[in-house]
């Protein structure tokens, strides 16, 4: 199986960003060569040197320390989001699925009336509600993101939900609550999961892409949308306080593009 | 006759679903805030405007009562007042809405130019060096930060080379066509004022591209694939053994029966280009709806927030509605039910 995953380079330049985040998450305070708030306005606008590799922002904070930390930060988005839309998708759509009838009808009515906004304009309008800030963000991308795990798990519900295996514990008396953990769920939700590894990267960008408008992370905070946003103001100066923020958010939305589309191909069944 | 049932009971089944978008709005503006009077109030108010205003909002009645007068101000066109334009919000909509609409619909028209024929070629060429390349831009352009390629736009074209202009819609100086849609370019057209639809289209270019980078890869992915199905078939073989070209078996035949996956996409890229605008018409000064809506958070100026999430919903089921209306439409092999 891993020898399968790892025969396309595509999939492999995948697991090498995403690993390389990860690092770059842990060992930030190490690998970064300077401290990310610090201002040093002796050191404004400077251009990518072998000092400041990235060069240096308006007011002479180092870029390149800025975006390894900014890894922190959107790794955190990306997992916590993930971490909370996941389960309750799955949950609900695992109910929808076997209940069936008129809780079938009621959850899958309550994710089309979510599903007819585009995404990245219901968590704005939360998060605006919430008031700008990190915590925010991430708590209107996981009310946004939930219902296309419950239209997925429900779906694959659907095809085991007659197999034998369910029935036979059926059979034998497991009460529903039980077949519904034990059996239904650990057996549909593969397709899901992979679906969350693709979407941490999408995660990723949507979170960037409120903090760019100024509902996320504040100023100084180093995360990438926000140091894309104020980039704007010292455009015509420094290219390199735009270029890299962004190539940053790029790279590793790719990643974890790659690594779910090579999990995708693994699983699906038409590839084997 | 079963067309038009179909298409009947695809309206009737709209009305659950706006008014359950309704709710949701409903929700997020009344319920989720602490306190909407201090939101409405704006951030500058003190605690006596805000206790009126509480008053006044009907905040101290019951919450389906609240919903009611919600849902009656919506049903006659009231969206609410923007603290920050001092105008009903549905004024500021009707001015700003045409912008979107346009950038909107160009994005989308350079959408289908470049990436159904790249579609095409990729799924053509299978494997070879065209289809490898079509595969990296298009999940490059799926990953990449639409506002981030904006500002690189703007600072290779507009701030280095100076050839494209970096905002607005028109060049200074230039006065707008006469309305007719809002439209600049289409107005220009009709009005036949020549000066304005050159300034106007070239306004156009950096914003739509950036637009349609992302949904361009889409587009091609999923031509592709659609491609892929239908080249199999046995008519396409039997088109080129009867000696049909590549261009005439591949465009004649081929895409249009593999065109129905596309279609339904097309409906989600157009969502996702409205959704879009919100970063895209920020880094170029677009005069946009999402231009507009992200004044209104930095103002915190939420019935404004609040109607562009309302209006771009509803214009994304519409469009949905009218796609899968087309589909069944042109291919008489689907059953209504």
């Known amino acids: 199986m891993a020898r399968r995953l790892f025969s396309s380079p595509l ?128 708590l209107a991308l996981a009310i946004t993101w939930w219902p296309w795990y419950t239209r997925i798990v429900r779906s694959s519900v659907l095809s085991i939900k007659n197999a034998e295996f369910v029935e036979s514990a059926r059979v034998i008396g497991a009460n529903p609550i039980r077949v519904l953990f034990k059996e239904i769920i650990p057996n549909s939700i593969a397709p899901a999961s992979i679906q969350a590894s693709l979407d941490l990267g999408f995660v990723i960008l949507a979170a960037a892409g409120l903090s760019f408008i100024g509902l996320g992370a504040q100023p100084p905070s180093p995360e990438w949308g926000a140091m894309l946003s104020s980039s704007r103001e010292i455009l015509r100066d420094a290219w390199w306080a735009a270029t890299f923020p962004g190539l940053a958010i790029l790279v590793t939305v790719l990643g974890f593009n790659l690594l779910g589309d090579g999990l995708r191909d693994l699983l699906d069944p038409k590839n084997r | 006759m079963d067309a038009l049932r179909y298409i009947i009971k695809r309206l009737l089944l709209m009305f659950p679903i706006l008014f359950g978008i309704t709710v949701l709005t409903f929700f997020i503006s009344n319920t989720i805030p602490g306190d909407p009077a201090r939101l409405a109030a704006g951030p500058h108010a003190d605690a006596k405007v805000i206790e009126e ?159 349609a980078a992302v949904t361009i890869g889409m587009i091609t992915r999923m031509t592709r694939s659609s491609m892929l199905e239908v080249l199999k078939s046995d008519y396409v073989r039997t088109a080129y053994a009867k000696g049909g070209t590549d261009t005439r078996v591949l465009y004649g035949h081929a895409l249009r029966n593999g065109m129905m996956p596309i279609l339904t996409l097309l409906g989600m890229t157009f969502g996702h280009s409205l959704g879009g605008s919100v970063l895209v018409e920020s880094v170029f000064s677009w005069p946009g709806l999402g231009k507009y809506a992200v004044n209104a958070i930095t103002y915190l100026d939420f019935p404004a927030v609040m109607a562009v999430t309302m209006l771009i919903a509803i214009l994304f089921i519409t469009v949905n509605l009218i796609i899968d209306i087309l589909y069944q439409v042109i291919d008489p092999r689907l059953n209504y039910d």
């Not at chain 2, 390629?149 to 701030?159: E, K």
Request: aromatic share 10%; proline share 6%.
């Open chain 2, 53 to 211: 205003l509480r008053e006044t909002m009907g905040l101290n009645k019951p919450l389906y009562v609240q919903y009611g007068t919600y849902m009656n101000n919506l049903v006659h066109g009231d969206f609410g007042f923007s603290n920050f334009s001092h105008q009903p919000v549905i004024e500021d909509i009707k001015a700003y809405f045409p912008a979107t609409l346009e950038l909107t619909l160009f994005s989308m028209f350079i959408t289908i130019l470049i990436g159904i024929p790249f579609g095409v070629i990729s799924a053509n060429k299978k494997d070879k060096i065209a289809d490898q390349f079509t595969r990296v831009m298009s999940l490059m352009g799926v990953a990449m930060p639409a506002f981030w390629l904006g500002i690189l736009l703007l600072l290779f074209f507009y701030l280095q080379l100076g050839i494209l202009p970096g905002s607005g819609r028109l060049d200074t100086g230039l006065s707008p066509p006469v309305t007719i849609t809002g439209m600049y370019t289409l107005d220009a057209l009709l009005s036949g004022n020549w000066t304005v639809f050159q300034s106007a289209i070239i306004h156009l270019i950096l914003p739509a591209i950036t637009q």
């Open chain 1, 11 to 138: 999939t492999l330049i995948g697991l090498f960003i995403v690993l390389m985040i990860i690092v770059l998450t842990i060992f930030a305070p190490w690998i970064s060569p300077k401290d990310p708030l610090e201002v040093n306005l002796g050191q404004k606008l400077l251009p990518p040197s072998s000092e400041h590799w990235f060069g240096t922002d308006e007011v002479g904070r180092d870029i390149f320390s800025r975006i390894i930390y900014g890894t922190r930060i959107s790794l955190k988005i990306g997992l916590l989001v993930v971490v909370i839309a996941f389960p309750v998708g799955t949950v609900l759509g695992a109910i929808a699925g076997f209940v069936g009838g008129v809780v079938d009808q009621i959850i899958m009515r309550i994710t089309d009336i979510f599903l007819s906004f585009p995404g990245i304009i219901l968590a704005m309008s939360i998060a605006a509600a919430l008031g700008p800030s990190i915590e925010n963000v991430l």
